[in-house]
T-cell receptor, first 115, second 115 residues
Framework: AQKITQTQPGMFVQEKEAVTLDCTYD???????LFWYKQPSSGEMIFLIY??????QNATEGRYSLNFQKARKSANLVISASQLGDSAMYFC????????????FGQGTILTVHP | GAGVSQTPSNKVTEKGKYVELRCDPI?????LYWYRQSLGQGPEFLIY????????DSGLPNDRFFAVRPEGSVSTLKIQRTERGDSAVYLC?????????????FGPGTRLTVL
């Protein structure tokens, strides 16, 4: 079984600062995918970034980067230059390494960006 | 439309009633997923379709829940004899291939309230 753990219920960051949201995972699979989604108060889930278990380089998408440490089974999200619009719930998720996209989500971290 | 749509956006029903929730995926997406999100939690997987067939229904909580996708496009999640514990936001997502690394696009969700 797969499990995602997000230990930070809430995080605060000053506008324009960087912030790291923690995610650890547990799986017995050799191949898997790791995802981060943003959920604003409107409720819609917005895909941010993806990392495959065999990818050697950390994924980056604009201001988002995924700090992938395979040996420690962590997949932290780093948001650089935070903006007020980044205030939202953030979910880490993983999928199994088959032709199968079911996602297992963590509990989420609420990020609040202060001006 | 360009994105995943779900109807209704809100559904209030009485305990014991039958409800249907509809999902219209992005055109051409062969994979379709249903998730359930309770307040303050991450989404939980319910069922996954590849084309018309349910490839994995392991997340359906009991036999009161059923989903169909008869023509490989629109899907309907059906809940019989609703209970108060069924109250949640039901999210639908679609992707172009059922493989990890393929981003799932989520709809806005249907908020179900069982009185």
């Amino acid at each position: 079984a797969q499990k995602i753990t997000q230990t930070q219920p809430g995080m605060f960051v000053q506008e324009k600062e960087a912030v790291t949201l923690d995610c650890t995972y547990d799986t017995s699979d050799q191949s898997y995918g790791l995802f981060w989604y943003k959920q604003p108060s409107s409720g819609e889930m917005i895909f941010l970034i993806y990392q495959g278990s065999y990818d050697e380089q950390n994924a980056t998408e604009g201001r988002y980067s995924l700090n992938f440490q395979k040996a420690r089974k962590s997949a932290n999200l780093v948001i650089s230059a935070s903006q007020l619009g980044d205030s939202a719930m953030y979910f880490c998720a993983m999928s199994r390494g088959t032709s199968y996209g079911k996602l297992t989500f963590g509990q989420g971290t609420i990020l609040t960006v202060h001006p | 439309g360009a994105g995943v749509s779900q109807t209704p956006s809100n559904k209030v029903t009485e305990k014991g009633k039958y409800v249907e929730l509809r999902c219209d995926p992005i055109s051409g997406h062969t994979a379709l997923y249903w998730y359930r999100q309770s307040l303050g939690q991450g989404p939980e997987f319910l069922i996954y379709f590849q084309g018309t067939g349910a490839a994995d229904d392991s997340g359906l909580p009991n036999d009161r829940f059923f989903a169909v996708r008869p023509e490989g496009s629109v899907s309907t999640l059906k809940i019989q004899r609703t209970e108060r514990g069924d109250s949640a936001v039901y999210l639908c997502a679609s992707s172009s291939l059922a493989g990890f690394g393929n981003e799932q696009f989520f709809g806005p969700g249907t908020r179900l309230t069982v009185l």
